[in-house]
């Protein structure tokens, strides 16, 4: 360092210097301390609220504006345009979603079911055990049918219609339509048995009965100690969907048209819950759920209607048959889906193969006007088609081997079936 002013010509300026940065250095000094002191009088802030709010969360202090700025800040995609409005237009839900229950809970045993969910849901006219295909014929009962020499015989004889016919066992379930009323009859007896009143639409499956009373309550009951429970109750109009292992799936549809889709456990450990959004004015159509997946038909731009199936849990659902004509509840077994078409006065029964995705024409009925009562039922190798041509009660029972094909039709007239 230099020692006098004439080899260092610039002392004063130096010493100005110094003096600048010793001012510098300590305002820093009390910038730090005054951080210090907030940060010390925040903490003793938080604390004290804790201490009188021990539920309190210091996210209570951020303003609900500031998520509204950083969604306005994202890219104006189009995808992200339509997904912002789906999420704050949507009404939030009142109960909890059951939207991703796991697959395993769909895992069902073909043995033992009482029937496949689309018949029931289509009327459950139709059903088949490991030796035989039952089916009831209004107004006369229900008949037991041989496949191997197509011999048949009534087993149950009635003036009512009847639907609702479950498997199970050694035992027939069945609903007399015209009073509601929701019987078991023992295999061989001819004789049923009174289970319960004010029964609509009843699906048995393994020691399990599950039912929708008239009264629109949704009820469950053991073949055995057959003591109902409620699960659910509305004023409003409720339909069976389908079930798993350990819940029941069905609809609301109130006066308005709005449909909402509620499933519930069968111990109510977790209540009412949804399992989709809801759907408005016939969107959604025909609701059927079986082994895991949903089939529905959704009504399109130009209000046709396209055939879908969405497993459960999954986002999205696949089209699999589009501009579908009848929208009866489709049936599925083995990878097979069965529904109806009406194209040119004739009504179709079709079979759509889910893994070639082939489709082929199991039976039709000719002569048929908009106005029909058709349905379709599938029982082993054999398909049905029963109802009304049209709305002047023409009558229809038919019915075609799978491995005989369509054009080989059984008809159903006077107690008995016949080629002619």
């Known amino acids: ?45 938080l604390g004290t609220i804790k201490l009188v ?135 061989g007896s001819g004789k049923a048995e009174k289970l319960q009143d004010s029964v609509k639409t009843a699906y048995v499956y393994a020691n399990n009965i599950y039912f929708v009373t008239t009264d629109n309550s949704v009820k469950y009951m053991k ?38 889709y509620l499933t519930v456990d069968l111990k109510k450990e977790t209540g009412e819950r949804y399992f989709r959004k809801s759907s408005e004015n016939d969107k959604i159509v025909a609701p059927v759920l079986e082994d895991g997946f949903l089939y529905f038909f959704e009504q399109q731009e130009d209000m046709s209607y396209n055939l879908c199936r969405q497993k459960f849990g999954a986002q999205s659902a696949v089209t699999l048959i589009e501009n579908v004509t009848s929208l009866n509840p489709v049936i599925v077994t083995k990878n097979r889906l069965f529904y109806g078409e009406l194209d040119n006065e004739s009504f179709r029964m079709m079979e759509l193969n889910m893994n070639s995705k082939d489709i082929k024409t199991m039976l039709t009925v000719k002569k048929v006007s908009s106005d029909n009562t058709l349905i379709c039922q599938h029982g082993g190798e054999y398909d049905f088609i029963i109802g009304n041509r049209n709305a002047d009660g023409d009558k229809v029972y038919s019915a075609s081997s799978y491995y005989t094909g369509s054009a080989n039709i059984m008809r159903f007239k006077e107690g008995k079936w016949s080629y002619k």
């Not at 260092?8 to 005054?34: C, H, M, W, Y």
């Not at 089916?135 to 609702?164: C, M, Q, W």
């Not at 969907?241 to 069905?250: C, D, K, M, R, Y």
């Open 223 to 260: 073949t055995d100690k057959r003591e109902p429970v409620e699960l659910y109750s509305s004023a409003d109009e409720v339909e069976l969907v389908g079930i798993s292992l350990n819940a029941v799936f069905f609809t609301v549809k109130d006066v308005s048209g709005t449909v909402q």
């Open 53 to 187: 709010q021990p539920d309190f969360k210091i996210t209570q202090l951020i303003p609900e504006r500031t998520t509204e700025v950083v969604e306005t800040t994202q890219p104006t995609t189009v995808t992200a345009t339509q997904t912002t409005t789906e999420t704050t237009t949507e009404a939030v839900p009142d109960l909890d979603s059951a939207e991703y229950i796991p697959i395993e809970e769909f895992k069902f045993e073909n043995g033992k079911k009482g029937n496949e969910m689309g018949n029931i849901l289509s009327g459950g006219k139709v059903g088949t055990d490991a030796s035989y295909i039952y089916h009831i014929v209004d107004g006369r009962g229900i008949y037991r049918f041989e496949p191997n020499g197509e011999s048949y015989t009534r087993v149950y004889e009635s003036s009512h219609a009847l639907k609702s016919l479950n498997l199970k066992g050694d035992y027939l379930y069945f609903i007399d339509s015209e009073d509601s009323v929701f019987y078991r009859m023992k295999k």
């Open 1 to 45: 360092m230099k020692d006098n002013y004439l080899e260092n010509p610039n002392t004063d300026e130096d010493r100005q210097e110094r003096a600048q940065q010793k001012k510098k250095s300590k305002g820093g000094k009390i910038v730090l301390t005054f951080i210090g002191f907030v940060i010390i009088a925040i903490a003793v802030f």
